[in-house]
């Protein structure tokens, strides 16, 4: 009588163990997405104006997975096409936007299509 009792106690203790380890291991997966949504929310967006035929800001600093926007506030039509061509906002009239997500390998030095003097460039910094 007496030793069932202790093994039922026994029992008890160890099923108490099982149900804080698993509410542990919970815990620690809760912190682990919190912890990898918080890189994604680390994400910046960035703007850049393209005013008086220029890019403003002139150099943008920039981490892979910001996203930057380009908005002409130009009457006369821009682009911000990659040096290389490899990307390339298109034909911006006033008022009108392109939005890029940055990558660490994308070309960073750029200009307008329609007005070659109009250079910028990205300087893109690792995340880490
Ligand atoms: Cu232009």
Redesign the pocket.
């Known amino acids: 009588m007496m030793l069932s009792l202790i093994s039922q106690m026994v029992r008890a203790k160890t099923v108490a163990a099982t149900a804080a380890t698993g509410l542990l291991g919970t815990v620690s997966l809760g912190m682990l997405l919190i912890t990898l949504s918080s890189s994604a929310l680390m994400a910046a967006d960035h703007i850049v104006e393209?005013k008086s035929?220029k890019f403003e800001p002139n150099t943008l600093i920039v981490q892979p997975g910001d996203t930057i926007t380009w908005i002409n506030r130009d009457i006369?039509?821009?682009?911000a096409t990659a040096n290389d061509k490899s990307w390339d906002t298109g034909r911006l009239k006033k008022g009108q936007q392109y939005k890029l997500v940055v990558t660490a390998e994308m070309s960073k030095d750029y200009f307008?299509r329609?007005?070659p003097h109009?250079k910028s460039r990205l300087e893109i910094q690792s995340g880490n």
Do not use: N
């Not at 006369?76 to 682009?79: D, G, I, L, S």
């Open positions: 393209i035929f006369a039509p821009h682009t307008c329609y007005h109009m």
